[in-house]
């Protein structure tokens, strides 16, 4: 999806709070009645979740009141952009086994500016993490793609991130929930890295994926799962997501 086009497809009429989901977050005093949609001409923000809680088993999200996701969201699902009011906004999340509240998040967001909301730690003290992305009519220089990296290994030591082919780290010296801004890479379909997660203090290497970018695309890199498991679904991994 461009992110742009889905901006001006919207530019006349933008129905925002999510007023088309058919299921409804038990907010108690934080819900808000169905007001039937609202003109607006001020351009939305963008908002998408991703599920980085390796313990945690499906959850729930929701904005405003409102429910975002009406399938399963699983561990290391992420939801697509979802437009909203510009403006304070409250996000929650829950678990879907019983309906738990979890964490309640009040962020006020920019016109125009994409946002991901991570659930990030362990189930017992699992968070809200929302980081800012790009503004939606960005688009990297052509022939490249743009990426960045976060730390979501709950258990973790200080990472960097490496690649061969570019001879400077593409991240340095990230704790837990910290994260790099995003920079450019080359991107053709000739051009395959491998990205090598390490300990920043001993220099360890601790996991590594192959990725090909695509050109004009944003990429989101990180360190998912625990170090301590015995649950190979758990384990540490480099994970990676592209912005759409």
Not at 35 to 57: E, N
Not at 145 to 151: E, Q
Request: with cysteine.
């Amino acid at each position: 999806m461009n992110l742009h086009t889905l901006l001006l497809n919207n530019k006349k009429r933008l129905i925002y709070g999510f007023l088309g989901l058919w299921l409804l977050l038990p907010l108690g005093a934080c819900l808000k009645d169905d007001d039937g949609g609202r003109d607006g001409t001020v351009p939305a923000a963008l908002v998408s979740f991703i599920h980085t809680s390796p313990d945690a088993g499906d959850l729930i999200v929701g904005i405003n009141g409102y429910r975002v996701n009406t399938q399963q969201f699983k561990y290391l699902d992420r939801t697509v952009y979802q437009l909203v009011y510009p403006g304070g906004n409250q996000f929650q999340v829950n678990t879907s086994v019983d309906n738990n509240k979890l964490d309640v998040k009040n962020w006020s967001l920019e016109g125009g500016v994409c946002y991901s909301i991570f659930a990030v730690d362990r189930l017992d003290s699992l968070e809200l993490l929302g980081i800012r992305d790009f503004y939606a009519s960005d688009v990297p220089a052509n022939g490249m793609a743009r990426v960045r990296f976060i730390n979501l290994c709950p258990d973790s030591v200080k990472f960097d991130l490496k690649t061969n082919s570019v001879d400077t780290l593409l991240a340095s010296d990230k704790k837990f929930k910290q994260n790099s801004a995003f920079g450019d890479i080359k991107a053709t379909d000739n051009i395959a890295y491998t990205l090598e997660l390490i300990d920043h203090d001993s220099r360890t290497p601790m996991a590594s994926t192959t990725f090909t970018p695509k050109q004009g695309q944003y990429y989101t890199i990180l360190a998912t799962g625990f170090i301590d498991t015995e649950e190979e679904a758990e384990k540490l991994r480099v994970s990676i997501f592209k912005h759409e």
